[in-house]
């Protein structure tokens, strides 16, 4: 999973809004401290976040199953990936009116 973040990212796929919207945040709050070179280009930090997401997110679920609680762990991972999704959405509308760009 984590390799599949990482690619995405380098190679700017769409699918990454779904897959990893936390290396999004990543990027896009870096985005919003100091203009890039190239609008949406993943750097060290983003990538790194999107390489290590996947399996700790797979090593929490692991543990939810050996504890017996994976339904309601499974939940707020659920919760949390969706309003990543959401403020990944919100934070380049924010960057991209700051920039001017359309």
């Known amino acids: 999973m984590g390799l599949i973040c990482s690619v995405g990212l380098f190679l700017q796929g769409l699918?990454?809004?779904?897959?990893?919207?936390?290396?999004?945040i990543v990027m896009f709050?870096?985005?919003?401290?100091?203009g890039y070179d190239s609008l949406g280009a993943a750097g060290i930090p983003d990538l790194l976040m999107g390489?290590?997401?996947?399996?700790?997110?797979?090593?929490?679920l692991g543990h939810a199953i050996r504890k017996g609680n994976f339904r309601s762990v499974l939940g707020w991972v659920v919760i949390g990936h969706?309003?990543?999704i959401g403020l990944a959405v919100l934070?380049?509308?924010?960057?991209?009116?700051t920039w001017?760009?359309?």
């Open 15 to 24: 699918f990454i809004w779904v897959v990893c919207p936390q290396a999004l």
């Open 29 to 34: 709050l870096r985005q919003m401290q100091h």
């Open 51 to 60: 390489l290590f997401y996947g399996p700790a997110i797979g090593r929490i």
């Open 82 to 84: 969706l309003v990543a």
């Open 91 to 97: 934070l380049v509308v924010i960057r991209n009116r």
């Open 100 to 102: 001017g760009v359309r």
